[in-house]
């Protein structure tokens, strides 16, 4: 099984021994989502003693204080890494009031040129921002051969289509397991086989609420989302270890 947006930089899991919980629950892959600089050199740092462990590159769009040219250089130096499968979580973020949407707008068009440089998918952040998320990929469709992907996706089976249009996969976490996760459920109903994905979002979304969330859930998620599409937990597992193959080929 494949958890493939998780954080663990700053977030006081206890490791070895978490991480052998996690492989131990049949977890054979990680993706560690950057947010900041920082956290990916930290990623980078795990993923060279933890066999299974993947990270991206990536300035969250509610992190862009600092962000620049140097921010920029410094992720193409690191995406260098073998264990590098991506960039992300970048995108845009309007749920505050204050938001700066222009920064965010220009960042996460900058990232996506960095991501087109670097021949890597893009792992895509995007909260209360749908109209303008689609108008970027739009306007930068063809620098987007690499694909990219909706971590959390949390817009509806109504919008759905337009992102699969520009070619993008989806990822599904722990909210599909709340008992009032109807637009949720309705997202991985619509959704091709093809172009589904599991993350857990960790330590956030835990599928047990008031819980801190780990990969250990990636086979609650799982078996969750085989339910809601009506195949065998082994039909869901098999489409996902191909999804994540394809949309990220560095996975070894």
Not at 1 to 15: C, L, P, R, S, W
Not at 45 to 57: D, N
Request: aromatic share 10%; proline share 5%; glycine share 8%.
């Amino acid at each position: 099984m494949i958890d493939v947006h998780a954080h663990f930089a700053g977030e006081n899991y206890k490791f070895p021994a978490e991480w052998e919980q996690i492989l131990g629950m049949g977890v054979q892959k990680v993706i560690l989502a950057a947010d900041t600089v920082e956290h990916a050199k930290w990623h980078r740092g795990f993923c060279k003693e933890h066999g299974g462990a993947y990270f991206t590159v990536g300035v969250h769009p509610s992190e862009l204080q600092g962000f620049g040219n140097q921010a920029v250089e410094t992720m193409e130096e690191m995406a260098a890494d073998k264990t590098c499968v991506a960039v992300g979580e970048i995108g845009l973020d309007y749920h505050y009031p204050d938001t700066d949407k222009p920064s965010q707008q220009r960042a996460f068009g900058l990232q996506l040129e960095m991501a087109e440089r670097l021949s890597l998918p893009v792992q895509i952040h995007s909260r209360d921002a749908c109209a303008d998320t689609l108008a970027i990929l739009r306007e930068h469709y063809g620098k987007l051969p690499h694909g990219f992907l909706m971590h959390c996706y949390s817009y509806g089976a109504e919008n759905l289509p337009d992102f699969l249009e520009l070619g993008g996969y989806f990822s599904f976490g722990g909210v599909v397991c709340f008992k009032n996760a109807r637009r949720a459920v309705e997202a991985v109903q619509a959704c091709p086989m093809e172009k589904i994905l599991s993350e857990t979002d960790s330590p956030y979304l835990s599928p047990f609420r008031g819980e801190k969330n780990s990969p250990q859930n990636i086979p609650v998620i799982v078996e969750k989302l085989a339910e809601i599409k009506g195949v065998s937990l082994f039909e869901m597992m098999e489409a996902i270890r191909k999804n994540a193959k394809r949309l990220f080929p560095k996975l070894s």
